[in-house]
């Protein structure tokens, strides 16, 4: 269950579970058994939790150092809000990589995201960066969703102004009929247009 109900996210919405404070443990050792190098920990967006889940992102990457000290740690959090404390929480456990998806174009946000903010969004990313400059930030767009290749430029000339090292772009798929519809499937040549506009930022 998610505290949030986007229009393009096949995860139910309601309140979740309580925490579980051996998951972090139990997350590294499936890691360390997987013998894996890169791990990327996510979560579903937690408003009912009063960091928003900033601190058991920090248990998590810390149980990961301990039992994968090689491994490479990857974050990709919900917007926390807006909240700079949570933030740096998160940022104290020295993640690799801090990812937070912007996920559409601005004007989108309220038929694909009612409950999140585009320069909110925007704005962790920036934090994140300005906070630590040597840790690297990444976001992701979906696309498929109504937007135009003028918008998407716009963003990633945000993105850019922001700070962020990695972009990740890919095709929208309507979960269910109840969610927000795909306007088209981009052709391979309009990928080849984007990369080719994110290559140029």
Same mark, same amino acid.
């Given at each position: 269950?998610?505290?949030?109900?986007?229009?393009?996210?096949?995860?139910? %919405?309601?309140?979740?579970?309580?925490?579980? &404070?051996?998951?972090?443990?139990?997350?590294?050792?499936?890691?360390?058994?997987?013998?894996?190098?890169?791990?990327?920990?996510? &979560?579903?967006?937690?408003?009912?939790?009063?960091?928003?889940?900033?601190? %058991?992102?920090?248990?998590?990457?810390?149980?990961?150092?301990?039992?994968?000290?090689?491994? +490479?740690?990857?974050?990709?959090?919900?917007?926390?809000?807006?909240?700079?404390?949570?933030?740096?929480?998160?940022?104290?456990?020295?993640?690799?990589?801090?990812? %937070?998806?912007?996920?559409?174009?601005?004007?989108?946000?309220?038929?694909?995201?009612?409950?999140?903010?585009?320069? +909110? &969004?925007?704005?962790?990313?920036?934090?994140?960066?300005?906070?630590?400059?040597?840790i690297f930030t990444k976001s992701g767009l979906?696309?498929?969703?109504?937007?135009?290749?003028?918008?998407?430029? +716009?963003?990633?000339?945000?993105?850019?102004?922001?700070?962020?090292?990695?972009?990740?772009?890919? +095709?929208?798929?309507?979960?269910?009929?109840? %969610?927000?519809?795909?306007?088209?499937?981009?052709?391979?040549?309009?990928?080849?247009?984007?990369?080719?506009?994110?290559? &140029?930022?």
């Open positions: 269950h998610c505290t949030r109900n986007c229009r393009f996210c096949a995860i139910e %919405h309601g309140r979740p579970e309580p925490l579980d &404070s051996g998951e972090p443990r139990r997350l590294a050792e499936a890691a360390a058994e997987l013998g894996l190098e890169y791990v990327v920990v996510t &979560s579903v967006t937690r408003d009912d939790l009063p960091d928003g889940g900033a601190a %058991h992102f920090a248990a998590t990457i810390e149980a990961l150092r301990g039992r994968l000290p090689e491994a +490479q740690v990857e974050v990709l959090t919900p917007d926390f809000q807006g909240r700079q404390d949570c933030l740096d929480t998160v940022l104290a456990a020295s993640p690799d990589v801090f990812n %937070h998806n912007l996920e559409c174009v601005p004007r989108l946000y309220p038929a694909v995201r009612p409950g999140a903010r585009y320069y +909110q &969004s925007l704005r962790l990313l920036d934090e994140a960066k300005r906070r630590n400059p040597a979906m696309v498929g969703l109504g937007e135009t290749l003028e918008e998407l430029r +716009q963003v990633m000339d945000d993105m850019r102004i922001a700070g962020v090292d990695f972009l990740t772009v890919g +095709q929208y798929l309507q979960p269910t009929p109840r %969610h927000h519809a795909i306007d088209r499937f981009v052709p391979p040549e309009d990928f080849a247009r984007i990369e080719a506009m994110a290559r &140029s930022k």
